[in-house]
């Protein structure tokens, strides 16, 4: 077996081969050391064959985590995923051992989506562990596991996710089909998987919700949501999800009740803020400004009279300058990431306005634009909403508030025609149709 | 493709409706308030006054920079874009809330003032009509040294952030557009009077019929004009009772009316209720019977408002909406000449109700 298994793998140092004898019998082992954790071939391979307390093919017939491979195929796959070969010389019988040792982040924190008082740890990078949680959050018989693999060449392993009494047979086909036809040689980001499952290249809204939050998983399963784990990376998919979901922090279902409600409306209003107000800037201030209280436009028009550039330049001016910031903040090296901000945000926004570049109301309307665009709970949906201002902008720059007015209504129009997973993606509440199913949730209420 | 050709097709439709060009705010003139007086000059009667606002980044009390620009033409659209010529900058009408006609062209006639105001589009309906006494261009010259920002006075006398005096009776273009054009109910603008000095005065109504001043209120009558007409109904209110004077200040008070009888002579019933409380009583009214004060007062009231309402009658002018409210209740072809027949014969009947809520003293 050594010698073929030296043939089939390039000229690799890593990987080792040896064949061992004791007074009953001789076996040929073969693994590739980084994968493998030494300690345990020791414990259970070496040790136990040279002791020879029981006998040694005793164990391998025994101990069910010794599997017999008939596929000499299937040896170079084994090998790569951790497992020892172990060759059996007198009867020619190959098994193999899972020694795995995988090197992930251990149980960390959440990072990306930050609650006060929710749970305080995220999903590992490691199937495993991140299964552990989710069991323990969701500990229910009825959760399914289903185990695929893609990517020609990184074969990322994959857990499909689910509780068999409330999800949606049509949706989990769906994920299923798109799960298998997927071709592609590498994955390694659950970011990468959404877009591999969409199968749209160019999208506008997120259509698959990527958590890092055992919390939002187990409330999603109870919902009759598919989970889709993705090795290596401590973020999972959700789907099918609505454009509400992407709104919604988890910590909206901790924390006292007005209190939680005033945010959503606060979060909703940012959301408009963030796409419309540099578009209405530009259409007010050089189409309507008579829709201005008359101090503000008299004060608009002295701190915009030192500009020299008409007010599309200046918004174009500084949100390159705020989207520049903000890039290089997510970038650069943590110790240097609040250099960044602090000659960003202050020194230049002040210098910009003193230097007559922009006008002063401008910064405001930025630093709106800017926060209010944090405010949104989910990454991926404040990521793409970031985009959402430039269509506009160049809608009122040629037609003013009826340019913002048909922009916004083609948003509108185009968020109603999205499905994620065959679900209406922008349904408000409304009534469920049986025949059309639910939004992923057969039985929710 | 198809999608393509969709939303250019869009996009190309949105250029017929894009309304006002590209202008920046900084390169338009604000016109903060218009007057629009009777020039004498027969060939060109319209002298027009644009008070054009010169923005300046510190808003504060007596900053306010103000260019003055008057001409006069043979009509006001035409004398507008004349002023053109002398500005650099775009005029803007979008801020003008404040629309100042004067006394002299208000005697004539306002028809095609208020007609030029209601064409052009970015005059807003919610602009505050008056009457500028002696003209409407001394009126607009008055710089009161409160000022904060251009156009900034008239505009808190007028609105209801700034004073809340009785004596004022604001109304916007639209509402003295539809009292024009409504038959049965006739407008009534506030004068705004230059005292000569820095500042003015705004206590009197000028009563039109449907195009020109028929009669001028003085100041009581017009504080119980507005009282009646519910407009502006805190008020303080004189009276006598045992030989003492009383002022007392109206807390809340509603007016109704009704008409009876649709032969002559009608009889028009008007309803004031009002709750009220002593600024200057004499002393010991506490103690004494409040209700022989409450008639007392309500007698008065009564007298005063029927002397009013008897006034307004002779001039011919119909303020409060009788006309339009017998057009309602009694519809028909004729209904208009009815009433016109009517009217001048029509009798009326004032009851006041006065409460008194407490002396205004915690004793």
């Given at each position: 077996m050594n010698e073929r298994i030296r043939l089939l793998f390039a000229e690799a140092a890593d990987l080792k081969t040896y064949t061992l004898s004791n007074s009953t019998m001789s076996i040929e082992i073969a693994y590739i050391a980084p994968l493998c954790d030494e300690k345990m071939i020791s414990d259970f391979i070496t040790v136990p064959f040279t002791k020879e307390e029981i006998p040694y093919r005793k164990q391998l017939d025994t101990i069910p985590e010794y599997l017999k491979i008939e596929d000499p195929a299937r040896w170079q796959d084994l090998m790569l995923r951790g497992n020892v070969l172990i060759?059996?010389?007198?009867?020619?019988?190959?098994?193999?051992?899972?020694?795995?040792?995988?090197?992930?982040?251990?149980?960390?924190?959440?990072?990306?989506?930050?609650?006060?008082?929710?749970?305080?740890?995220?999903?590992?990078?490691?199937?495993?562990?991140?299964?552990?949680?989710?069991?323990?959050?969701?500990?229910?018989p009825e959760v399914a596991v289903e185990e695929y693999s893609v990517g020609y060449i990184s074969k990322t392993p994959l857990l499909v996710v689910f509780d068999q009494r409330h999800v949606d047979p049509s949706v989990l086909d769906n994920v299923r089909s798109k799960l298998s036809s997927i071709s592609i040689d590498m994955v390694h980001a659950a970011g990468e998987l959404e877009k591999l499952l969409i199968g749209k290249r160019r999208h506008l809204f997120p259509t698959v919700l990527i958590t890092e939050r055992p919390d939002r998983i187990a409330k999603s399963l109870s919902k009759g949501k598919v989970v889709v784990?993705?090795?290596?990376?401590?973020?999972?998919?959700?789907?099918?999800?609505?454009?509400?979901?992407?709104?919604?922090?988890?910590?909206?279902?901790?924390?006292?009740?007005?209190?939680?409600?005033?945010?959503?409306?606060?979060?909703?209003?940012?959301?408009?803020?963030?796409?419309?107000?540099?578009?209405?800037?530009?259409?007010?201030?050089?189409?309507?400004?008579?829709?201005?209280?008359?101090?503000?436009?008299?004060?608009?028009?002295?701190?915009?009279?030192?500009?020299?550039?008409?007010?599309?330049?200046?918004?174009?001016?500084?949100?390159?300058?705020i989207e520049a910031l903000i890039e290089a903040s997510i970038r650069l090296p943590r110790y240097i990431g609040s250099t960044a901000t602090t000659v960003g945000g202050l020194i230049?926004?002040?210098?910009?306005?003193?230097?007559?570049?922009?006008?002063?109301?401008?910064?405001?309307?930025?630093?709106?634009?800017?926060?209010?665009?944090?405010?949104?709970?989910?990454?991926?949906?404040?990521?793409?909403?970031?985009?959402?201002?430039?269509?506009?902008?160049?809608?009122?720059?040629?037609?003013?508030?009826?340019?913002?007015?048909?922009?916004?209504?083609?948003?509108?129009s185009y968020l109603c025609n999205l499905r994620s997973f065959g679900k209406p993606y922008f349904r408000l509440h409304g009534k469920v149709n049986p025949a059309e199913g639910d939004v992923g949730q057969v039985r929710a209420k | 493709m198809n999608r393509y050709a969709a939303l250019l097709s869009l996009l190309l439709a949105l250029l017929t409706i894009s309304g006002c060009g590209f202008k920046d705010i900084d390169k338009r003139f604000f016109v903060v308030a218009t007057?629009?007086?009777?020039?004498?000059?027969?060939?060109?009667?319209?002298?027009?006054?644009?008070?054009?606002?010169?923005?300046?980044?510190?808003i504060e009390p007596g900053a306010s920079k103000i260019q003055?620009?008057?001409?006069?033409?043979?009509?006001?659209?035409?004398?507008?874009?004349?002023?053109?010529?002398?500005?650099?900058?775009?005029?803007?009408?979008?801020?003008?809330?404040?629309?100042?006609?004067?006394?002299?062209?208000?005697?004539?006639?306002?028809?095609?003032?208020?007609?030029?105001?209601?064409?052009?589009?970015?005059?807003?309906?919610?602009?505050?009509?008056?009457?500028?006494?002696?003209?409407?261009?001394?009126?607009?010259?008055?710089?009161?040294?409160?000022?904060?920002?251009?156009?900034?006075?008239?505009?808190?006398?007028?609105?209801?952030?700034?004073?809340?005096?009785?004596?004022?009776?604001?109304?916007?273009?639209?509402?003295?557009?539809?009292?024009?054009?409504?038959?049965?109910?006739?407008?009534?603008?506030?004068?705004?009077?230059?005292?000569?000095?820095?500042?003015?005065?705004?206590?009197?109504?000028?009563?039109?019929?449907?195009?020109?001043?028929?009669?001028?209120?003085?100041?009581?009558?017009?504080?119980?004009?507005?009282?009646?007409?519910?407009?502006?109904?805190?008020?303080?209110?004189?009276?006598?009772?045992?030989?003492?004077?009383?002022?007392?200040?109206?807390?809340?008070?509603?007016?109704?009316?009704?008409?009876?009888?649709?032969?002559?002579?009608?009889?028009?019933?008007?309803?004031v209720k009002m709750d009220v409380v002593f600024e200057e009583a004499p002393n010991g009214l506490f103690?004494?019977?409040?209700?022989?004060?409450?008639?007392?007062?309500?007698?008065?009231?009564?007298?005063?408002?029927?002397?009013?309402?008897?006034?307004?009658?002779?001039?011919g002018v119909d303020p409060f909406g009788f006309g339009l409210r017998y057009r309602a209740v009694y519809p028909g072809k004729n209904a208009w000449n009815n009433w016109t027949q009517l009217y001048p014969d029509a009798e009326f009947n004032v009851e006041a109700m006065v409460k008194i809520e407490g002396t205004g003293l915690i004793r």
């Amino acid at each position: 077996m050594n010698e073929r298994i030296r043939l089939l793998f390039a000229e690799a140092a890593d990987l080792k081969t040896y064949t061992l004898s004791n007074s009953t019998m001789s076996i040929e082992i073969a693994y590739i050391a980084p994968l493998c954790d030494e300690k345990m071939i020791s414990d259970f391979i070496t040790v136990p064959f040279t002791k020879e307390e029981i006998p040694y093919r005793k164990q391998l017939d025994t101990i069910p985590e010794y599997l017999k491979i008939e596929d000499p195929a299937r040896w170079q796959d084994l090998m790569l995923r951790g497992n020892v070969l172990i060759k059996d010389i007198d009867s020619g019988e190959i098994f193999s051992f899972f020694t795995g040792d995988v090197i992930c982040n251990e149980s960390p924190q959440t990072q990306v989506e930050s609650a006060i008082q929710g749970p305080q740890i995220a999903l590992s990078e490691d199937l495993n562990k991140s299964m552990n949680l989710i069991r323990t959050m969701y500990p229910a018989p009825e959760v399914a596991v289903e185990e695929y693999s893609v990517g020609y060449i990184s074969k990322t392993p994959l857990l499909v996710v689910f509780d068999q009494r409330h999800v949606d047979p049509s949706v989990l086909d769906n994920v299923r089909s798109k799960l298998s036809s997927i071709s592609i040689d590498m994955v390694h980001a659950a970011g990468e998987l959404e877009k591999l499952l969409i199968g749209k290249r160019r999208h506008l809204f997120p259509t698959v919700l990527i958590t890092e939050r055992p919390d939002r998983i187990a409330k999603s399963l109870s919902k009759g949501k598919v989970v889709v784990l993705i090795k290596g990376s401590m973020f999972a998919l959700i789907m099918p999800v609505s454009f509400f979901d992407f709104m919604h922090a988890i910590e909206d279902n901790y924390e006292a009740y007005w209190m939680t409600r005033t945010l959503i409306v606060i979060r909703y209003l940012s959301i408009i803020l963030t796409i419309t107000l540099p578009a209405l800037y530009i259409a007010i201030v050089s189409y309507n400004p008579e829709l201005f209280r008359v101090q503000l436009a008299f004060s608009i028009a002295a701190s915009r009279s030192a500009v020299p550039y008409p007010s599309y330049i200046e918004v174009f001016v500084m949100l390159f300058m705020i989207e520049a910031l903000i890039e290089a903040s997510i970038r650069l090296p943590r110790y240097i990431g609040s250099t960044a901000t602090t000659v960003g945000g202050l020194i230049l926004g002040q210098a910009a306005q003193q230097a007559g570049l922009v006008s002063s109301i401008m910064i405001i309307v930025t630093s709106v634009v800017a926060i209010s665009n944090f405010v949104i709970p989910i990454n991926s949906l404040s990521f793409s909403v970031r985009f959402l201002k430039y269509p506009l902008i160049a809608a009122s720059i040629f037609f003013g508030i009826s340019g913002v007015a048909v922009g916004l209504f083609l948003y509108v129009s185009y968020l109603c025609n999205l499905r994620s997973f065959g679900k209406p993606y922008f349904r408000l509440h409304g009534k469920v149709n049986p025949a059309e199913g639910d939004v992923g949730q057969v039985r929710a209420k | 493709m198809n999608r393509y050709a969709a939303l250019l097709s869009l996009l190309l439709a949105l250029l017929t409706i894009s309304g006002c060009g590209f202008k920046d705010i900084d390169k338009r003139f604000f016109v903060v308030a218009t007057g629009i007086d009777w020039s004498g000059n027969k060939s060109k009667p319209y002298r027009i006054t644009l008070q054009l606002a010169i923005p300046s980044p510190k808003i504060e009390p007596g900053a306010s920079k103000i260019q003055y620009e008057t001409i006069d033409a043979p009509s006001i659209a035409e004398g507008v874009r004349m002023l053109k010529a002398y500005v650099d900058k775009e005029l803007d009408f979008g801020h003008c809330k404040m629309m100042i006609i004067g006394e002299e062209l208000a005697k004539r006639d306002i028809n095609h003032s208020i007609e030029w105001m209601l064409r052009r589009r970015d005059i807003q309906s919610v602009a505050t009509l008056a009457i500028g006494r002696p003209t409407a261009e001394t009126v607009l010259h008055v710089r009161p040294a409160s000022e904060r920002y251009p156009g900034n006075a008239l505009l808190l006398s007028f609105g209801a952030d700034g004073t809340e005096s009785s004596y004022n009776y604001a109304e916007t273009l639209s509402g003295f557009a539809r009292r024009v054009s409504e038959k049965g109910m006739d407008p009534a603008l506030a004068i705004i009077t230059n005292d000569g000095k820095e500042s003015y005065i705004i206590n009197q109504v000028a009563l039109f019929d449907k195009e020109k001043i028929k009669t001028i209120l003085t100041p009581a009558e017009t504080q119980l004009f507005n009282q009646m007409s519910d407009h502006f109904t805190k008020a303080s209110m004189h009276g006598m009772f045992k030989g003492t004077p009383l002022v007392i200040a109206i807390n809340q008070l509603n007016s109704s009316f009704r008409l009876q009888g649709h032969t002559a002579p009608v009889r028009i019933t008007m309803k004031v209720k009002m709750d009220v409380v002593f600024e200057e009583a004499p002393n010991g009214l506490f103690d004494k019977d409040w209700l022989s004060v409450e008639d007392a007062l309500a007698t008065e009231y009564e007298k005063a408002a029927v002397a009013l309402l008897k006034k307004i009658q002779r001039h011919g002018v119909d303020p409060f909406g009788f006309g339009l409210r017998y057009r309602a209740v009694y519809p028909g072809k004729n209904a208009w000449n009815n009433w016109t027949q009517l009217y001048p014969d029509a009798e009326f009947n004032v009851e006041a109700m006065v409460k008194i809520e407490g002396t205004g003293l915690i004793r």
